[in-house]
T-cell receptor, first 111, second 116 residues
Framework: RKEVEQDPGPFNVPEGATVAFNCTYS??????FFWYRQDCRKEPKLLMS???SGNEDGRFTAQLNRASQYISLLIRDSKLSDSATYLC????????????FGTGTRLQVTL | DADVTQTPRNRITKTGKRIMLECSQT?????MYWYRQDPGLGLRLIYY???????NKGEISDGYSVSRQAQAKFSLSLESAIPNQTALYFC???????????????FGPGTRLTVL
């Protein structure tokens, strides 16, 4: 079983739609959680951290369920510029700064 | 100017050749990493270094070696390249610390390596 699992997609949605991505992680000792964004043939960049209480950044909302070892990312009012691959990333306790990446979920927003 | 740079950006080589990929950063971070990315497998950690005197193997270090020449420079070598090392290679940096700020990694633009 992969340590961090994501549905690879692609998710094809029209502009303005709401789309949600899910991610599960296997190590219950996981400490920190993130969503990174990677554009085609580009480097990954941090989109947002994921906090236990859930957090929002504009159109993006991240949720964490520690009991179910589940992370989600919700994108509201999708824009064409949101088209990218979204990587779920986990840091395990005691492994400072070592991140484990999911394989990513591809999003394509269309007109 | 980019904070994390990688050279070369693209490289085609033959089986058995020695290859060095270089990474430089101007962010002043003490932690540096090398990853490879393959379709369907995501990013996998090859080596990481938390300071100039600290080198650690990641999950897929076989066939690779690294050198941390200075705080700002971290090189990855393939002593004898083989075709299954064809991949996209990323260097990354992060600040020290156990807090969330220490976990944000900043990536270079990547090196696309093809081994024939």
């Amino acid at each position: 079983r992969k340590e961090v699992e994501q549905d690879p997609g692609p998710f094809n949605v029209p502009e303005g739609a709401t789309v949600a991505f899910n991610c599960t992680y296997s190590n219950s000792a996981s400490q920190s959680f993130f969503w990174y964004r990677q554009d085609c043939r580009k480097e990954p960049k941090l989109l947002m951290s994921v906090y236990s209480s859930g957090n929002e950044d504009g159109r993006f909302t991240a949720q964490l369920n520690r009991a179910s070892q589940y992370i989600s990312l919700l994108i509201r009012d999708s824009k064409l510029s949101d088209s990218a691959t979204y990587l779920c990333v986990v840091n395990y306790a005691g492994t400072a700064s070592k991140l484990t990446f999911g394989t990513g979920t591809r999003l394509q927003v269309t007109l | 100017d980019a904070d994390v740079t990688q050279t070369p950006r693209n490289r085609i080589t033959k089986t058995g050749k020695r290859i060095m990929l270089e990474c430089s950063q101007t962010k002043g971070h003490d932690r540096m990493y090398w990853y490879r990315q393959d379709p369907g497998l995501g990013l996998r950690l090859i080596y990481y270094s938390f300071d100039v005197k600290d080198i650690n193997k990641g999950e897929i270090s076989d066939g690779y070696s690294v050198s941390r020449q200075a705080q700002a420079k971290f090189s990855l070598s393939l002593e004898s390249a083989i075709p299954n090392q064809t991949a996209l290679y990323f260097c990354a940096t992060s600040d020290s610390g156990l807090d969330r700020a220490g976990n944000e990694q900043f990536f270079g633009p990547g090196t696309r390596l093809t081994v024939l």
